[in-house]
Nanobody
Framework: QVQLVESGGGLVQTGESLRLSCAASGRTFRHSAMGWFRQVPGKEREFVASISWSSGHRYYADSVKGRFTISRDNAKDTVYLQMNSLKPEDTAAYYC?????????????????WGQGTQVTVSS
């Protein structure tokens, strides 16, 4: 059974940082693109960042560019999202996603596997 398990969410204040982790099991994603999305109740899931299998290609939503960094450790089959300078509008459930291709972008249908999500709440 393929699983993507997110961790690292929590409650922080404006301007603080968090690092999310996503560990894969049941299938290796070392040769696959990975992504992070987020969702607030009543809204569609939105793209945050993605990284190609070799880390050579990274894409970010404009809203997080310069503040968030996506990275991966293929030896651990884990992807990370370092979030700095957090704002209240970053509050959402954050989901890890795994693709079956080496590069993936901002569309949800590019990803075949999803985690259960981890909540990030930024207070003002």
């Amino acid at each position: 059974q393929v699983q993507l398990v997110e961790s690292g969410g929590g409650l922080v204040q404006t301007g603080e940082s968090l690092r999310l982790s996503c560990a894969a099991s049941g299938r290796t994603f070392r040769h696959s693109a990975m992504g992070w999305f987020r969702q607030v109740p009543g809204k569609e899931r939105e793209f945050v960042a993605s990284i190609s299998w070799s880390s050579g290609h990274r894409y970010y939503a404009d809203s997080v560019k310069g503040r968030f960094t996506i990275s991966r450790d293929n030896a651990k089959d884990t992807v990370y999202l370092q979030m700095n300078s957090l704002k209240p509008e970053d509050t959402a459930a954050y989901y890890c996603a795994g693709s079956s291709t080496v590069i993936a972008g901002r569309r949800t249908h590019e990803y075949d596997y999803w985690g259960q999500g981890t909540q990030v709440t930024v207070s003002s």
